[in-house]
Structures are given as C-alpha cells and as structure tokens.
C-alpha cells in the first residue's frame, strides 16, 4: 500500500508540466485511485525544481516520506525564479476527513529564524475527506532565508473532524556535499525584456564612407530567460537607419535611399546581481545582418545578407520590484553597449561592417 500511495503521489507531480507564481492558490484534492486533473491555473509555467543542495545526491529530490497524524504525506522543497515552495501531498485513507491548516504551517531554519509560510488565498485550510488525497504549493515568505542555512524544519497543523489537532513534522538538510546552489537564496526575474533607442558611436571606415548617416540610430527589441539565476539563453533584433547610399564599388554603382540595417542574434547570457535592485547582463551570440536599400526612383533596390557576431553589457536598475507570488513584474531602467560585426555585407575586397552604440531602454521589464 505504501509503495502504490507514493507511486500515486509522484505521478501527480510528474503530471503537471506548468504552473504559475498562483500556484499556492488552491490545493487539488481527490479521492484516492481517481484521475482528477488540476486546476487550469496550474498550466502557464513550468513546475519549480527541487533546491539542488537541498537534495540527496542519488536520488537528486528534496522529497521527505512520513506517516504521522494518520497520514501518509510527501513534503519537498522547491524554487522558482522569484521564490521557494513547499509542496506538499497528503493521503488520508481513513474515513473521517481532515482538515490542512495552512495558515499556521511554519518554518524552523537552522539559524533560529522562524517563518510562517505565504498564504495567498482566501481559503486558510484544506478539507481533505475520508479515502482522499491533496497536494498544492505554499511560498517561502523569502528566498534569502536559504542563505547560509544548513537545516530546515516544517511544522504543518492537521485538525481532525473531532476537533483533535496534531502536527505534521519534516526536516530537510543542506547537502554538504555539494556547493551552495544560488538559485536556492538569490531572487531574480526569470525573464527579461526591453526595448531600446539605438545611437551609434562609431563605424568602420567602409560603411563610413558608404552611407551618409554615419551615426545611425533606430530601435531594438531584447528577450531573455534565465534556467538559471546566473545564466541562460538571449534573443535581440534591432534595427537601424543607414541614411542614403552612395555610389561606391563596395555597394554597387547607383545611389539608393533609405538604406536600413536589421539584426537578429541568438546565443547565451550571464547576469550578475550587484544588489537587489542592479543588475549586469553579458550577452553574446551568432547573429544574422539584413541589408536592404531603396533607389530614389523607387523602381530598384538591393539587399545584402551576412552573417555576424553581436555582444553587448546591459546594466539594468530596478526601480519598481514585483512581488514574487503575484500577477505583477519588475519595472526598470537599462543601459546597453553595445558591438556588432557583419564581414560580406558589400561587395569588392573590403566587405565588412562593424558598429559600435549605446541603447537607452525606455521599457526594461521582468518576471
């Protein structure tokens, strides 16, 4: 019976592929053995993970089995970008009911700071009847709580339908011997976004001499999400107004107008937190150039594809912080240097194009 409860009980969690920072909302409850599927919010986001250093080295999961108060329950630690979880999952296979207190589960951590746990919903208990089971996620008040900590004890209240009341106790241990995972105490938006007005302070000689507008400006749109706090994977596409082009043997032999430069770059990104509003972004990455130029007469034109390499620094200051558990993201204020290079953007021996700029982004955002 043991093995089929925790076999039931994985199965639940393996099941749900997403969830959403309202995940501690409600707790799903269902009678044992039926196919009950969660609730819709449940599907926007991916699960959290277990904390890595919070974690058994073989079977990597936080996971702690009990049986107390009657129960059969699983209890994990878990992180997500903005904030740490408990999960927790209940097997009531007697047949009174049971009622979860979530509102008074605690947390002890081995410093000797104690924590209630994040109730967002209305609903401060669970009613768990007879033959059924329940499982949901509840937040850490703070991810910095995880800093420096070495044990963690949670106390979870279950009254019983006579008014008897008894307390679900697990304890969690820091894995020694790993190092301390960030992502376990440092809070960072999963994903970043912005847009940006593009200057440009300088060119190579080339492209100089080309076009008429040797500083051009223009726009550029940046996503990134992070799999990890530190580090994860970067989009950006620009665009940029050349001016007009003049005849040269780099660019063919007639005058065009309204030339622009569009970039597209994939690759990876490093973020450091300085503190809890600054931030650094290092992005660097293949990216593709798309030349097009327009004549005067309107009756030719010409494009030039190459492929290139881009990198940029952003630093990014938080001036309004989301709340981690709710529907609301960061607001910020970015500042991006950037540099690319396209090396068969013209034709003749000297084909490339290089350019160096600075992007003010006027909506920097994060989640």
Not at 97 to 125: P, V, Y
Not at 329 to 350: E, I, M, Q
Request: charged content about 20%; some cysteine.
């Amino acid at each position: 019976m043991r093995a089929s409860v925790v076999i039931l009980l994985s199965l639940v969690v393996a099941c749900q592929s997403f969830a959403r920072a309202k995940r501690d909302t409600e707790f799903v409850v269902a009678e044992v053995g039926s196919g009950a599927q969660a609730p819709s919010f449940y599907w926007s986001r991916f699960l959290p993970a277990d904390l890595s250093d919070w974690s058994d080295s073989d079977s990597k999961t936080s996971s702690r089995l009990i049986n107390q108060c009657g129960l059969l329950s699983e209890a994990k630690v878990v992180g997500g970008s903005r904030t740490n979880l408990l999960f927790l999952g209940v097997v009531n296979n007697s047949s009174k009911s049971i009622r979860i207190e979530r509102n008074r589960i605690s947390a002890k951590f081995s410093s000797g700071k104690e924590r209630i746990l994040i109730e967002s919903s209305e609903n401060s208990f669970i009613d768990v009847p007879g033959n059924s089971y329940s499982w949901g996620f509840i937040a850490f008040p703070s991810k910095g709580d995880f800093k420096d900590q070495d044990d963690l004890r949670v106390s979870v209240p279950i009254a019983s339908s006579e008014g008897n009341e008894c307390k679900l106790e697990f304890r969690f241990e820091r894995n020694k011997k790993v190092i301390a995972e960030p992502n376990s105490y440092l809070e960072a938006p999963q994903s970043v976004y912005s847009f940006g007005y593009l200057i440009s302070a300088g060119i190579t000689p080339v492209a100089a001499t080309t076009f008429n507008n040797y500083k051009p400006d223009g726009f550029g749109l940046y996503t990134a999400n992070f799999s990890h706090v530190n580090s994860g994977s970067f989009m950006n596409f620009d665009a940029q107004n050349l001016g007009d082009v003049y005849p040269s043997e780099y660019f063919n032999a007639s005058t065009f107008k309204s030339a622009w430069l569009w970039t597209f770059t994939l690759g990876p990104v490093w973020r450091s937190l300085y503190s809890t509003n600054l931030s650094g972004f290092i992005n660097i990455g293949p990216s593709l150039g798309y030349l097009r130029a327009q004549a005067f007469d309107d009756k030719d034109e010409i494009f030039r594809i190459s492929p290139g390499i881009y990198a940029s620094y952003s630093l990014d200051w938080c001036f309004l912080k989301g709340r981690p558990y709710k529907e609301k993201g960061d607001h910020s204020f970015g500042l991006t240097l950037f540099a690319k290079y396209y090396p068969w953007l013209f034709d003749g021996s000297r084909t490339d194009y290089g350019l160096i700029g600075i992007s003010f982004d006027i909506f920097r955002g994060g989640e």
